[in-house]
Each structure stands twice: as structure tokens, then as C-alpha cells.
């Protein structure tokens, strides 16, 4: 598991790899979480604003 | 399967169950795969370094995947006028950009202890560049237009005539001389690799497919609340 000589070579690649995954989950999940509770509030909005309107 | 995922609604409910089903799946491949990898033993002529394949080699299927997923969905949504279509391959761009970067890195750095080198314009390390800059330049070309319905019809045209290098990719091991190995996994005859190396190897790569179709799913869904999130802003500005 240490690699030798190449473990400058071969930890690198895998903590990049490590890094990118968890770049793509956490920019993928948060982008979605984002947008749909920008959605849920539009929708309250636009529901009272019904009501409101209403007579 | 695809004209019943094709209506919004039931993409929705299906990438609800099917997304972290796909992410389950490629974590437990990729934690084989992990496991294997690093009980294998040094190849002969590679030493440890033959562990970087089993995460370069699997990142560059994905990418040269990826860009394939990026040409459909810019056909359909060309072609066809799909919404979910443009959505789906809006989504996938960073993806397959990101994909593709980390088959650059990890092979540079397989090649310095290897080749001698970082980098060398040899047509494969050239083509995979050229794939790179191909998802770089669709997303820059969808950011600089404003108008988001052109943006992706120009964006779409980018990605189709880009189709052309995934062919050059593949087969630029075979047609010109390179300094990169040829093609030993997908060839005729099977693989040249030895079993001890195609376990880890075919798990890895079973995980990143996995994983680029869970995270894929997801960008899909973030990218149908955002134009979803902009019809009901438009909406509520007209009121």
C-alpha cells in the first residue's frame, strides 16, 4: 500500500480523483437542492398570491 | 423507454428512485474495485504505478461516454425541439469536462515515471485535449448567449460536428503512431490485460459509468427546477 518509488505519482492521482467526485456530488446535489426550493417558494408565492386575489 | 422518460413529469418521478439507486451501485463497485486495485500486485513492468490505470482508464470511457450522451441529447433536442432533451445535455457538459480533465491528469501522471514525460502531442493525448476543449467551449458557448433557446441550438451544432473526434479517440491508437499503448481491453480477440488487473479494472469502470449516470439524473432534475423556477419568475413579474 505505500507504493515506493511511484506513491508521488500514484496518492496524487487518487486524491485528485477523490476530489473531483466529490466536487461533481456536492456541486450536482446542492445545484438540484437549490433550484427546487427556489421552485417551492415561487409556488407559495404565486398560491397566496391567488388567494389574495381572490375574491 | 426513452418517448415515456421523454415527458418531464415521469423523468422526474423515475430519476427520483433511479438516481440514488445508480449511486449506491457505483459506490459499492468502486469500493471492489478500490479494494482489489490495491491488492493486486505491481505489474512487472509498471510497478504501482499500474494502480493510476484503474482510475485513469475508467475516467477516459466515461468522458468518451459522456460526449456521446452530449451528442444524442443535442441531436434530440435539435432536431426534435425537446426541452428535456437541451435539459439533459446542458447537464452533462461539466460532467463529461470534469470526467475528461481527470483522464488528463491521471494519465500525465501515469506518463512522467512511465514515458519520461508529462505530456507529448501524440495522437491520442491530443484528441482527448481536443474532447476537453469540446465540453469547455459548449458550456462557454451556451454562458455567452442570453437568449437561452439559441444559446442551445448554437451550443447543439457545437456538440454534433464535435461528435467526429470521438471516432479519432478510439481509433488514433490505430491509425497513426503513438507513443500511447494501443487497445487492449475492447479489442478483438478479448483484452491483453491479465485478470488480476481486469477485475479492479472492469469494477472501476463499472462504478464510473454508475456514477456519471447517478450524477447525470441529478444535474437533469437541478436543470428542470431551474427553467421551471424561471417560467414561474417570468409569471409572477407579469402578474
Same mark, same amino acid.
Given at each position: 500500500?505505500?507504493?515506493?518509488?511511484?506513491?508521488?505519482?500514484?496518492? $496524487?492521482?487518487? &486524491?485528485?480523483?477523490?476530489?473531483?467526485?466529490?466536487?461533481?456530488?456536492?456541486?450536482?446535489? %446542492?445545484?438540484? /437542492?437549490?433550484?427546487?426550493?427556489k421552485v417551492a417558494a415561487l409556488e407559495r408565492d404565486r398560491e397566496r398570491g391567488d388567494q389574495e386575489g381572490s375574491p | 423507454m426513452f418517448a415515456a422518460l421523454a415527458n418531464p413529469h415521469r423523468f422526474m418521478a423515475f430519476s427520483r428512485w433511479a438516481a440514488p439507486i445508480l449511486g449506491v451501485a457505483a459506490? !459499492?463497485?468502486?469500493? &471492489?474495485? %478500490?479494494?482489489?486495485?490495491?491488492?493486486? $500486485?505491481? #505489474?512487472?513492468?509498471?510497478?504501482?504505478?499500474? /494502480?493510476?490505470?484503474?482510475?485513469?482508464?475508467?475516467? &477516459?470511457?466515461? &468522458?468518451?461516454?459522456?460526449?456521446?450522451c452530449l451528442g444524442g441529447a443535442s441531436f434530440f433536442a435539435l432536431v426534435f425541439r425537446h426541452a428535456l432533451a437541451d435539459a439533459a445535455a446542458r447537464a452533462v457538459a461539466p460532467l463529461g469536462?470534469?470526467?475528461?480533465?481527470?483522464?488528463?491528469?491521471?494519465?500525465?501522471?501515469?506518463?512522467? $515515471?512511465?514515458?519520461?514525460?508529462?505530456?507529448?502531442? #501524440?495522437? /491520442? +493525448?491530443?484528441?482527448?485535449?481536443? +474532447?476537453?476543449?469540446?465540453?469547455?467551449?459548449?458550456?462557454? +458557448?451556451?454562458?455567452?448567449?442570453?437568449?437561452?433557446?439559441?444559446?442551445?441550438?448554437?451550443?447543439?451544432? !457545437?456538440?454534433?460536428?464535435?461528435?467526429?473526434? +470521438? $471516432?479519432?479517440?478510439?481509433?488514433?491508437?490505430?491509425?497513426?503512431?503513438?507513443?500511447?499503448?494501443?487497445e487492449s481491453i475492447f479489442r478483438p480477440g478479448g483484452p491483453t490485460i491479465a485478470t488480476v488487473f481486469l477485475i479492479p479494472l472492469g469494477l472501476m469502470a463499472g462504478g464510473y459509468m454508475f456514477a456519471f449516470g447517478a450524477l447525470w439524473l441529478v444535474r437533469i432534475r437541478a436543470e428542470v427546477w431551474r427553467r421551471r423556477a424561471l417560467s414561474l419568475a417570468v409569471q409572477a413579474a407579469a402578474r
Open positions: 500500500m505505500t507504493e515506493g518509488k511511484y506513491a508521488i505519482f500514484v496518492w $496524487p492521482a487518487y &486524491a485528485i480523483s477523490a476530489l473531483a467526485f466529490a466536487w461533481m456530488l456536492l456541486d450536482s446535489l %446542492l445545484s438540484a /437542492r437549490r433550484w427546487k426550493r | 459506490a !459499492l463497485l468502486i469500493g &471492489a474495485g %478500490l479494494w482489489f486495485g490495491f491488492h493486486a $500486485p505491481e #505489474d512487472y513492468q509498471q510497478g504501482a504505478t499500474v /494502480r493510476i490505470m484503474f482510475i485513469h482508464v475508467p475516467a &477516459a470511457i466515461t &468522458a468518451e461516454w459522456a460526449y456521446a469536462a470534469a470526467f475528461t480533465l481527470l483522464a488528463l491528469v491521471t494519465g500525465s501522471l501515469w506518463g512522467r $515515471p512511465m514515458w519520461g514525460t508529462w505530456w507529448v502531442w #501524440d495522437a /491520442r +493525448l491530443t484528441s482527448v485535449l481536443v +474532447l476537453f476543449l469540446l465540453f469547455v467551449g459548449y458550456i462557454a +458557448l451556451r454562458s455567452a448567449i442570453d437568449d437561452e433557446a439559441r444559446a442551445g441550438r448554437a451550443a447543439a451544432i !457545437l456538440a454534433l460536428v464535435g461528435l467526429i473526434n +470521438l $471516432p479519432i479517440v478510439k481509433f488514433s491508437v490505430d491509425w497513426w503512431n503513438s507513443l500511447h499503448q494501443g
